[in-house]
């Protein structure tokens, strides 16, 4: 079985609506050279960024022109995949660009466009329908985790996003305390590592336990290069969803090199 060790930690950027296409190459071409500048091990730590869906082209013409060490997704994706969805996007889109990923679920969605846990499973199973690995993005409000404690919100959203997942399907599942997102707040690494834990057995519940042994489990919230080690340490937590910092290619090439902070 699967265990912490085999798991590749997963560092990904998500750019959120940050940056043109232009913007996006020059971004990409800093993080690579600052990546091989300080010795980045791929087969060590894997990283991906996350471009508004303009930038998408762009950052797949220069990752394979280039051969970046980098792998790249869509920040969301349409339930359906076809047909008359003014400004939706298909997985199939995405897929044709060599995406090899794709965020769902993430609190910005979940708030702010009133996506539902119906919803966001409807896309997880469209990702998967397309090749896609779906990055789940779970999380509690200030006010769900005072009502109902710590991982009952990001259990239950796991779980609501798996229904009808096939055992074997490659998932990552990001857990961003929305209390802790771009307010400068960041849980406690025992609080991301509970939660963690949490998450893992209900993956093994949705799925099997070979799944959850298998499945990367990332923190998200506030992540810095001074902060990532101590959340890294923790043995259910495989790796971070970075925001605002992963804009800067010192700082977010600073997170990825995480190992020699943590000492592995």
């Not at 779906?134 to 985790?145: H, M």
């Not at 399907?169 to 400068?184: L, M, R």
């Not at 959850?212 to 923190?219: M, V």
């Not at 010192?250 to 190992?259: D, L, N």
């Amino acid at each position: 079985m699967t265990t912490g060790a085999d798991r590749r930690p997963f560092i990904a950027g998500n750019w959120k609506m940050n940056l043109d296409h232009l913007q996006a190459i020059a971004l990409v071409q800093k993080l690579a050279w600052t990546l091989k500048d300080a010795a980045y091990d791929p087969k060590g730590v894997e990283v991906a960024v996350f471009p508004p869906f303009t930038d998408l082209r762009s950052v797949q013409t220069l990752i394979d022109a280039d051969r970046f060490d980098l792998a790249f997704g869509a920040q969301d994706l349409s339930p359906k995949d076809s047909g008359a969805y003014t400004g939706d996007i298909s997985g199939a889109f995405l897929k044709a660009l060599d995406c090899s990923y794709v965020l769902v679920g993430h609190s910005e969605r979940r708030q702010g466009h009133g996506e539902t846990d119906e919803v966001v499973n409807a896309k997880v199973l469209a990702a998967v329908r397309h090749g896609l690995v779906p990055v789940i993005c779970v999380g509690e409000t200030e006010a769900e985790l005072e009502q109902h404690g710590t991982s009952a919100v990001p259990v239950a959203q796991t779980k609501a996003a798996l229904a009808g997942v096939a055992a074997g399907t490659p998932v990552v599942v990001a857990y961003e305390p929305v209390w802790a997102i771009g307010t400068g707040k960041v849980a406690t690494p025992e609080t991301a590592q509970e939660v963690g834990a949490a998450i893992r057995a209900a993956i093994a519940e949705a799925l099997t336990e070979e799944d959850a042994a298998a499945t990367r489990i990332l923190y998200g919230g506030s992540v810095k290069s001074g902060n990532i080690a101590g959340f890294l340490r923790q043995p259910d937590v495989d790796g971070a969803l970075v925001g605002g910092a992963s804009l800067d290619p010192t700082e977010f090439a600073g997170i990825a090199r995480f190992p020699k902070h943590v000492g592995v």
